[in-house]
Every structure is written in C-alpha cells, then in structure tokens.
C-alpha cells in the first residue's frame, strides 16, 4: 500500500487534460478527502465491490471516526511494517499528499525525456489497435490475443484504451463504475505471439505442463484457483509464501495456459483451463501408447 497507489485508485488520472493539472487537483484535496481515498483504495483490494454508493458510506463511516480508522488498519491481513506505514499516512495526509505532488512534479520532466522518443509509435499502435476492437468488437480480443484472453473481459459500451511503454508486456483492465479502461502494453501482441508458438509444439507445452504440476508450491496454487480463489495475497497467506511467489508462479501457469483470464463480478478472476487440461491427457496416452 504505497501512497501513489491508494490516491490514484480513487482519484484517476484519466479524464484530465494534463498530468499538471491532475497533481494541482490533488494538491488541493482535503484532509479529510484524502483519508476517504486511502480506506476506498484498501477496501477494493480486500473486500467485495458492491456499488460506488454504498461503498463510499461505509468509507465515510470509517474515514470520518479516528478510533475506527485506527482499528480498520489495525485488523488488516497485512504486515506490520505496512500497517505503520499506513498509521503514518493518516496521521498527516496532508504532508503525504505534498510530498507525493513534489515528488511527481520533479519526476515529470525525466519521464518525458524517457517517453518522448516512442511518443508517435504509442499514438499510431494505440489508433491501430482501438479500431481494429472497435470493428472486431469482443472476438477481436481473442483473436489478438490468440485466444489467452477471454471475449467477455470486454463488456458493451466504451472502454478507454491506455497503450503502455512502462509495462510493455502486461494488460490489466479496470470496470469500475464509471472507471472503466484497459491498460494494453506496447509489445503485448509479440508475447501473445511468442505464447502461441509455445502452445503450437505440443510436445514443448506438454512438458512445460507436467513441469508446472510437479512443484508442490504450484500445485497447491492450482488446487486453490480450482475452489475459486483467485486472490493473490489470500494464495499466499494460505500457503506461507510471499505474493511474489505466488505472481510468479501464476505467470507460469499463463505462459503455458494451464490458467486463463475470466471476467468475474467485478474483477478478472483466473480460472483453470480444463479443455487444455484433457487435451494433454489425452496426448499423454496416445505418446504412451495407453492401452484402451
């Protein structure tokens, strides 16, 4: 839970028309708005979204009362180094919010300096791909995407497209209420490609799959995506490893489709992918030579 992350959850940066003028609208934030913010940002990532409405009553009952924010933070399924920095944040938000406006406004010019040269390359992929979804709709994402990421992700209406230099092989999708954008990287459709030649050689993916299964530390992570868990840091806490380890491992089972991206109720979920699963059942018999 860095400061950056827990503001701009609730505040996006999308819909104003510079980053200047994005960190003046910040700067200018109450205490009070701020604390709102840091508990909105900690309850999407650790409870279920209901509706933005009811939502923010409950984030005004806990932001509102300094002894019920204390104890909110307090009964966190976090570390305590995280938890004080937390404690930290609330006690003087102000002075967090000034010092994170300083620190991007100095940060501004070295990104630009770092951005500027694939400036155009971002504008002419990001217009390539908007209309190519636009004309292909839904099933233009499993095309691209050779069938990785599932047409449903996509719901009707529009979508803001953000093209990535910074993640350039990473795509994540918010569909929030009245936020709703997906962040697509530069070089996405080259490790799309890379997957799918990996998935060609059914040989090669048999093997990365038995691989993937014989990890015990995986195979446990397997075994809890299958009964609907799809929480990272819940994986982890179950396990006793750190959320890294848990990422990585998930990063594996994506790479060889052991897993796929689902739309859920209102985040993507990972679901095991069970066709791919039998397929290479299947194949095992028939490299074995099963008898019937």
């Not at 993937?212 to 609907?228: C, H, M, P, S």
Request: proline content about 2%; glycine content about 4%.
């Amino acid at each position: 839970y860095d400061f950056i992350e827990l503001i701009s959850r609730k505040y996006e940066v999308i819909g104003h028309k510079s980053e200047m003028d994005y960190l003046n609208m910040i700067r200018n934030l109450s205490e009070g708005e701020i604390k709102r913010a840091i508990v909105y940002s900690i309850m999407l990532t650790n409870e279920e979204y209901v509706s933005e409405e009811e939502n923010m009553a409950k984030v005004e009952s806990i932001s509102s009362n300094k002894d019920r924010l204390l104890s909110f933070i307090k009964e966190l399924p976090i570390d305590s180094a995280t938890k004080w920095s937390l404690f930290l944040m609330v006690e003087d938000p102000t002075d967090y919010m000034n010092r994170y406006v300083n620190f991007m406004t100095g940060l501004l010019p070295i990104f630009k300096e770092f951005y500027s040269p694939y400036e155009n390359e971002v504008k002419e992929y990001g217009n390539y791909l908007a209309k190519f979804l636009n004309e292909n709709g839904a099933k233009g994402l499993r095309e691209i995407s050779y069938s990785i990421l599932e047409p449903k992700i996509l719901k009707e209406g529009d979508v803001d497209l953000l093209v990535s230099v910074i993640f350039s092989y990473a795509v994540s999708l918010s569909d929030r209420e009245g936020i709703r954008f997906i962040v697509w990287g530069l070089r996405m459709e080259e490790a799309f490609r890379k997957m799918k030649e990996i998935r060609e050689n059914k040989i090669i993916e048999r093997v990365q799959i038995f691989k993937n299964l014989g990890d015990k530390t995986r195979y446990e992570v397997l075994k809890l995506i299958a009964q609907g868990e799809t929480s990272t840091k819940n994986i982890a806490n179950q396990l006793g490893v750190s959320s890294a380890t848990i990422s990585y491992h998930i990063n594996n089972f994506l790479t060889t489709r052991l897993i796929k991206l689902d739309k859920g109720k209102n985040k993507l979920n990972y679901i095991i992918d069970y066709e791919l699963l039998e397929d290479v059942i299947r194949g095992l018999k028939e490299d074995l030579k099963f008898p019937d």
